[in-house]
């Protein structure tokens, strides 16, 4: 009889073949779809290496691994990901939520304890929610806020409400469907970020194939210069912040200089200043409303 597929022997081939294809991470790849398959965490596969699969196990993560070899990203495949110390669902409706995207949350509860020690219940705006991770987080993140997400996309709006009510943050969060703050044009806030389209359109091509291929073109195209939807939100954030309130926005490589000016060209801002990542790479700019 041939030899059995245990979970170890399918751990090592996946590695080798995930590998061939040119997937960065093959083997932790391997293991968490080997995880998400079996519906075990990780700590389960490494007490059960000598466990064999039967046929019909083995052949639903052989499906898995074909789609990942094909490129499509783990998150798509497995259908969440972690973003706060927190599960989110995600689909290809939604751009998937990237670690260095805490620094806005981080930033943000600092900003508003800072200018709003007093404040028993600061209103937040998230504009472009996607996931709602990022509108999640900051109200876990910040005692008593109120947090609105907004997105221009139904199928984003109808996911993000979804990850609100999983994640237990139904009373704290709102999600609605509209164009930047056309949902929110009578309302102040004392906090507003946004991680919008940053990707200057001539480069959406040259992304690895897991973003080109796969997350929605309009979570990321931030046309010609990446710079469209800056001039659009930076123009019009004062006017939905109160006097002292902040508004960050995360931003790609290279593009710190360009929107901070546009954040000081507004006249509007004060304590203009840019945050890097853990990496070192400049990540967020931020601004204060005057007074």
């Given at each position: 009889m041939p030899e059995p597929w245990t979970i170890l022997k399918l751990i090592k081939w996946t590695a080798d073949y995930l590998g061939e294809k040119g997937i960065d991470t093959p083997r932790l790849d391997g293991e968490l779809l080997l995880a998400h398959s079996l519906k075990m965490d990780r700590t389960h596969l490494y007490m059960n290496f000598d466990k064999p699969l039967n046929e019909d196990e083995l052949a639903a993560f052989r499906g898995l691994v074909k789609r990942r070899a094909a490129r499509e990203p783990l998150q798509y495949i497995t259908g969440h990901q972690e973003f706060w110390s927190m599960e989110f669902k995600v689909?290809?409706?939604?751009?998937?939520?990237?670690?260095?995207t805490e620094l806005l949350v981080e930033e943000?509860?600092?900003?508003?304890?800072?200018?709003?020690?007093?404040?028993?219940?600061?209103?937040?705006?998230?504009?472009?929610?996607?996931?709602?991770?990022?509108t999640a987080a900051l109200a876990k993140a910040v005692n008593g806020a109120h947090v609105t997400g907004v997105d221009i996309s139904p199928e984003a709006v109808s996911l993000a409400r979804e990850n609100v009510e999983s994640n237990g943050l139904s009373s704290s969060v709102t999600i609605l469907e509209g164009?930047?703050?056309?949902?929110?044009?009578?309302?102040?806030?004392?906090?507003?970020?946004?991680?919008?389209?940053y990707i200057p359109r001539g480069d959406l091509q040259g992304l690895q194939a897991e973003v080109s291929d796969f997350e929605p073109l309009s979570a990321l195209d931030g046309g010609n210069d990446g710079l469209d939807f800056y001039r659009a939100i930076v123009h019009e954030a004062p006017q939905h912040l109160h006097p002292g309130g902040s508004f960050m926005v995360e931003h790609g490589e290279g593009q710190r200089e360009a929107i901070a000016e546009l954040f000081r060209n507004t006249g509007r801002f004060e304590a203009v200043e840019s945050l890097k990542d853990l990496a070192g790479i400049d990540r967020v700019v931020k601004g204060r409303r005057t007074r």
């Open positions: 689909s290809p409706s939604v751009l998937i939520p990237r670690p260095e943000g509860a600092k900003a508003v304890k800072a200018s709003f020690p007093e404040c028993s219940a600061p209103e937040i705006l998230d504009v472009g929610s996607g996931s709602g991770a990022l164009d930047l703050f056309a949902p929110v044009a009578d309302k102040l806030f004392h906090l507003i970020v946004s991680n919008p389209p």
